[in-house]
C-alpha cells in the first residue's frame, strides 16, 4: 500500500508540473502588447516579483501600468498595430485589442504604428539575443570581432565589411566566398574595413561567407568569419516604403526597427537601435540591442 501511494503521489506531482508548465507558456504567448518608448516613473501597478518596464518590454493581457506626474509612454498592440500614447498621471489595464483607463488621464489612440498598401503590418516582440552579432573563430580564443554584417540580411548591393583592427599597423587577409565554397574576391587589407569593388556583383540568391585573418608580428595568427546574405529587391523597396522619417517620433523609429528585426535585417535595424539608445541613454534593453 506504501508503494501504491508513493506512485500516486509521484504521478500527482508530474501532473502538476505538467499543468504548471502548460500555464506558463499559455501566460508566455498573452503577450498583447510593446512599449515602444517611454520616460519618467512608469511601473507595473501590482508589481511585486515584476521586472522593471524598459522600451521593448512586452505587456500581458491584463496587466496594470501606473504612470507618475510627467510620465509618457508609448505602446503598440501586436495584433492590430494600433498604437497608443499614455501620460501621467494615471492607472492604466491592458486589455486583448485595446487599453482600459483605470484612474488619471485617459490613454489616446494614434492609429496604425506600421503599414503599408492600406494593410496593418504585425509586430512581434524582440528577443535580446537577436542583436548579438555572431561570431564565428577558428580558434576561440584568438578571433577578430566582427562589427557587422554576420547572421543577417544587408540591404546594401556592395555592402562595407567592418572589424575592431587589433593593432596598429596590423595587416589582414580579407576572402569572401559563396555558398559553394567558390572564391568570389580576396584581398589584402590595412585597416578595419574592406568595400568591395565595382566588377564584385552580389546575388539576393547566394549565401555567403566573409572571413578576415591576421598573422601577429610575435607568431601566431587570428581571424573571424560572418555568414550573410543580400536582401531581395522586394524586401529591399518594402523596406525604402515603410522607412520612417529621421525627424519620425522615436517610437516610430522603434517599430521600424522591430520590423527590420524580425525581417532579419539585423544590420539595418542595428542603426536604429544606436541612435534609440543615444535618445535614451538610461534604456538597458535599447543598450543591448546596440550592442553596447
Known amino acids: 500500500m506504501r508503494f501504491i501511494w508513493g506512485v500516486l503521489n509521484k504521478l500527482i506531482l508530474m501532473l502538476a508540473l505538467l499543468a504548471w508548465g502548460m500555464a506558463g ?50 505602446a503598440v498592440y501586436l495584433e492590430s498595430g494600433q498604437k497608443y500614447e499614455f501620460k501621467g498621471p494615471a492607472v492604466v489595464q491592458f486589455g486583448t485589442s485595446q487599453p482600459q483607463s483605470l484612474s488619471g488621464i485617459k490613454p489616446e489612440q494614434k492609429g496604425v504604428a506600421l503599414a503599408k498598401d492600406g494593410k496593418n503590418i504585425r509586430i512581434k516582440p524582440v528577443a535580446v539575443a537577436q542583436a548579438a552579432i555572431v561570431w564565428r573563430s577558428f580558434k576561440p580564443s584568438s578571433k577578430i570581432k566582427l562589427l557587422g554584417l554576420s547572421g543577417t540580411k544587408t540591404l546594401e548591393s556592395r555592402p562595407v565589411f567592418r572589424w575592431q583592427a587589433v593593432q596598429p599597423g596590423l595587416k589582414y587577409q580579407f576572402r569572401l566566398t559563396g555558398d559553394k565554397g567558390n572564391l568570389i ?17 552580389l546575388s539576393d540568391l547566394v549565401s555567403y561567407t566573409w572571413t578576415v585573418s591576421a598573422e601577429l608580428p610575435g607568431g601566431g595568427a587570428i581571424s573571424n568569419a560572418g555568414d550573410f546574405s543580400v536582401a531581395s529587391a522586394k524586401l529591399q523597396m518594402q523596406a525604402e516604403s515603410l522607412r520612417p522619417a529621421s525627424t519620425a517620433p522615436l517610437s516610430e ?13 539585423r544590420d539595418e535595424a542595428r542603426k536604429y537601435w544606436k541612435n534609440a539608445a543615444a535618445e535614451r541613454p538610461d534604456d538597458h534593453r535599447l543598450k543591448n540591442m546596440a550592442g553596447e
Open 253 to 265: 523609429r522603434v517599430v521600424f526597427a522591430a520590423w527590420l528585426e524580425q525581417m532579419e535585417l
Open 25 to 74: 507558456s499559455a501566460q508566455a504567448a498573452e503577450s498583447v502588447a510593446m512599449v515602444t518608448d517611454m520616460e519618467g516613473k512608469i511601473a507595473q501597478a501590482e508589481g511585486i516579483g515584476k521586472p522593471a518596464l524598459s522600451i521593448l518590454s512586452e505587456i500581458r493581457q491584463g496587466d496594470k501600468l501606473r504612470l507618475e506626474s510627467g510620465a509618457r509612454m508609448t
Open 185 to 201: 574576391y580576396e584581398a589584402p587589407v590595412d585597416g578595419g574595413s574592406l568595400e568591395l569593388p565595382q566588377q564584385v556583383q
